[in-house]
């Protein structure tokens, strides 16, 4: 967690495609949402080349949690590519998306 | 399928077992011979996306009620225009039609059902048999990237 309070995350796998790494990506991710009381998530896809519609799912199934909890998620660091992806499944429109974690931190509330 | 520069291959017919290293070894596969052919990187990140979506769709829906976890078969030609791949299962196949849109605003936040819809969008073409155990996915290169 940064000095603005917020909890960031980056991938170590550059192709987030195996359902059970993503599985265990979610339930890891989860936990840091369950800690704070109203979480701010900031996760970076700085290191990430490919994902699958199966990370998708996670990255959704992470965004509604965080907003149960009355919490912020922010996405950054997105190659054009994997943007090609959020824009093509609409999830561009869900996600609070920043081209940097930078910018992403300055964003939240 | 021969072609003049010689660089082609195909039909290739492979048994894929469901499990991680045995998927990436086939898709690792297919995507080098495109390298080696000139396909550019932007296609060769929209084949690998159609691919991993339809064999995990092969193994997590068309197998779902199969038991003992048999592979799915990968068949697959390519030369420097195109490439086809076809992916089919043993299960008893769904109707393709019955999928919801997961781009309408209320199905944004459901977490499950993009991996046909993604397999459309970067595929040139994809048809599947009656059945709805086999899909054949078709990309052509893009013409500023043909050689011949």
């Known amino acids: 967690m940064n000095e603005a309070g917020v909890t960031c995350v980056e991938f170590i796998d550059r192709n987030i495609l195996d359902e059970a790494n993503i599985q265990a990506i979610g339930d890891e991710i989860s936990e840091l949402i369950d800690s704070e009381a109203e979480p701010k998530l900031l996760i970076s896809f700085r290191n990430v080349d490919h994902l699958s519609s199966a990370a998708l799912g996670t990255l959704i199934t992470i965004n509604n949690r965080v907003k149960e909890k009355g919490g912020q998620l922010r996405l950054a660091d997105i190659d054009a590519q994997i943007y090609e992806v959020f824009v093509i499944t609409r999830l561009n429109r869900l996600f609070e998306i920043h081209e940097t974690t930078e910018k992403a931190t300055e964003s939240f509330g | ?33 495109l390298e080696s052919l000139g396909y550019p990187k932007a ?7 159609a691919m991993e979506e339809a064999i995990t769709n092969a193994f997590k829906h068309g197998h779902a009620e199969v038991e003992g976890d048999p592979p799915v078969i990968v068949e697959y030609s390519l030369d420097d225009t195109e490439v086809v791949i076809r992916i089919e299962d043993l299960g008893p196949g769904f109707d393709v ?21 993604l397999i459309r969008s970067y595929m040139t ?9 086999r899909v054949e996915l078709v990309y052509r290169k893009p013409r500023g990237d043909r050689v011949g």
């Open chain 2, 97 to 117: 039609d019955k999928i919801p849109d997961p781009t309408l605003d209320e199905n944004l936040t459901v977490p499950s059902g993009r991996g046909l819809m």
């Open chain 2, 43 to 49: 296609s060769i990140f929209a084949i690998k996306l």
């Open chain 2, 1 to 33: 399928m021969a072609e003049p520069n010689g660089a082609t291959s195909g039909p290739m017919r492979v048994s894929v077992e469901n499990d991680r290293d045995a998927i990436d070894r086939t898709e690792s596969e297919i995507l080098l011979r």
């Open chain 2, 125 to 133: 073409s994809v048809a599947h048999n009656d059945k709805g155990n």
